[in-house]
């Protein structure tokens, strides 16, 4: 099955750490890995609410294929458990288990998916108040052999691009690492406060651009900053 694009526009993504949610779930690591070495990783979950929540576990092999983002279901990583109960004031540990190793040499990526299934309403509470449905993704990255996090590297190229009528910012990566770009410019001119995306390894995508830019590109990418004087 893949997903549609719009659904990746609904993710909550947990993009900081710790980061706390309208329903009062919070989740860390923000960031799980499993190098070639592990077998699984961990995801935490912690109910700061005060109702019992319900949540759903999935996880979406995650591609950029024709600069667009694409989810499939997949078999390599699976969640245990895959639907958890967790009480106000609780944690619950999720393992991110490996079943399939990727290709050596290969960083793959994943979306981890967490659904709140609404629980039913007691006899005494508001019938008429709003019910949200939460969903958060959480960014999985998976190393074959040869390789893990720290030594992998993104080597990113841009360009602005027309097509119709319609301008876009294409980025480009050529290395064997995913970029996790933020607070993004061009000449100055901000384009985005915090994330404003990724390019996986050996893949491109793109931005839609409401304005005419020029001039340096600079980003705050993973753990350090990125500046380029033009496109290449």
Known sequence: MRLPRALFLLFTLMLIPQTQAANSVMIWPIDPTINPDDKASELWLENRGNATTLM???IFEWQQVNHKEQYQTQQQVVASPPLVRIEPGQRQLIRLIKQT?????????????LDEIPTPRSAGDNQAGLNFQMRYSVPLFVYGNGIDRDSTKPDLSWQVVTVGKERYLQLTNRGNGHARLSNLAIGGRKLGHGLFGYVLANSSNRWPLNTAVSGELTAGM??????SAASR
């Open 56 to 58: 759903q576990v999935r």
């Open 101 to 113: 190793p990727p290709a050596a040499g290969k960083e793959q990526a994943y979306r981890v998916v």
């Open 222 to 227: 993973n753990k350090g900053q990125w500046r």
